[in-house]
């Protein structure tokens, strides 16, 4: 299968490996090490290889960064950007923290929404934000998501959705867990009108999310490496006290257990979104086809 | 009644509650259990199969702590597997092509967690229950008659009606869960339960469940006879929508902070 080849990265700084020789910077230019070979690499360079590193580690990436890698320039217009979690329990310490979120991430919630365009083929677009409470879903995260695939059903567009999330969000109790199913009564809405839903998931993507819009695609694929579960590693080997087998809910190990299509590097999600896009919507007696 | 939320916690997991398997054989008349998912294996924390209230045909299907100490140890504490879920799907598919309504009663403090669990796609069971619920094309009540973990509870209550039991639970993580999170300490677990706001009065307000069934006679047959009355009425309310559908999607659509 095609996608196999997605299987490692193929990116310029790809052929040093682990023993090549310290990336030569300049003096002062702030670097980042990687977790994997902790090689320290100069944050431009990072930059311009879509934030992985020369191992192949993907490091997290900022939600409007991903849509820049991932959207035709200038085709992304935001949907429903003022939509923000208030406090509706009156979770001690919520308010605050949603506050301090929202300044340092520069967003109002842990999911931006949009129509662009990929490689051309129109479609919604959702990239949950890894800098927002790690992209936790409450009730306007889930409100975002579900308007998203309902626009998406209105006006007979793909959803694209990268996903990235520590599950649903403790701080607003039964009104997060309830996302779960709202979410997953668009994205069925919207598949019964035979439409298209490509899913990337991203490192972690666990919990709430997981189970439900995360693993309800008609095509999922995972970043190489991303934690990709239900229950979280450490609560598995309390409830089990067993030591987890190498390797376990990570990408790779989803793929082995058939839990998904696929494995794509960073480098190349878009075409292979564009290609997915254009098959998916170019089938024999689709609306957009018909004489 | 001066319980506190975390109080209700505590009754809502003690073992002298009636479990699944009670509010089955009380409830219904000639209750057949069917096994399996037709995919890998047969669950014990989810039972399910046919039976008839008060006549009428319908599918039922109970997550089963059990009672005794062996019997616990089996039904893995009430924690299901994705098979569980799997098995609840095919079983409510199942209602759907013979124009059954669907009856579940929710008791299990989460999906388990555990190496299988994940291997075989825990996650993806929960998902595609939540999807395929959402357009079942027959009726569903849920009960949560204890607790009513997260993702795991939520598998078997995307209905139209949602109704709890005076004092079961319903939320989002195990305060044990939050305040291990949030606080780094689980004694804190009071503490997060009155802030998960998890009880059935606060899961009412928040306009998550439709109706609180009190507890008198709890387990007697009194106690029975009375959901078996309900439930009867809400069925032919039920049977009678033509946009059933519609309105299940909008009961969840409204949910939002």
New interface residues.
Partial sequence: MALIKFLKPQNQLETGGRSAAPVQQDAGEPEKTCPNCHRQTPLSRLWGNDLVCACGYHFRMKARQRIRMIADPGSFAELFPSLRSDNPLNFPGYRDKIETVQAASGEEEAVLCGTARIGGQPCCLFVMEPYFMMGSMGGATGEKITALFETASERRLPVVGFAVSGGARMQEGLLSLMQMAKTSAAVKAHSDRGLFYAAVLTDPTTGGVTASFAMEADVILAEPGATVGFAGARVIEQTTRKTLPKGFQTAEFLLDHGFLDGIAARREQKALLTDLLKLYTGGFGHESNAI | MNQTPYDRVKLARSSGRPTGLDYIRHIFQGFIELHGDRRFADDPAIVGGVARLDGQPVTVLAMEKGHTARERARRNFGAPHPEGYRKALRLMKQAEKFGRPVICFVDTSG?????G????????A???N???L??LCVPIISILIGEGG??GA??LA?ADRVWMLQNAV????SPE??AS??WKDPGRAA?AAD????TAE??RS?G?IERILPEEDLGKPAFFDRIRRLLTEELSRLSADPDLVGK??DR??R???
Avoid at chain 2, 111 to 115: D, I, K, L, R, V
Avoid at chain 2, 117 to 124: H, L
Avoid at chain 2, 195 to 198: A, E, F, I, R, T
């Fill in positions: 999906a388990y967690c555990g190496t669990a994940e291997e075989r796609g825990q996650g993806q929960i998902a595609e939540l999807m395929e959402s357009t997260s993702g939520l598998a995307v319903y939320s989002v993580i869960g939050c999170i949030l503490d802030s998960l706001k998890l606060d899961a928040l998550v299940r999607y969840f659509r949910i939002r902070s």
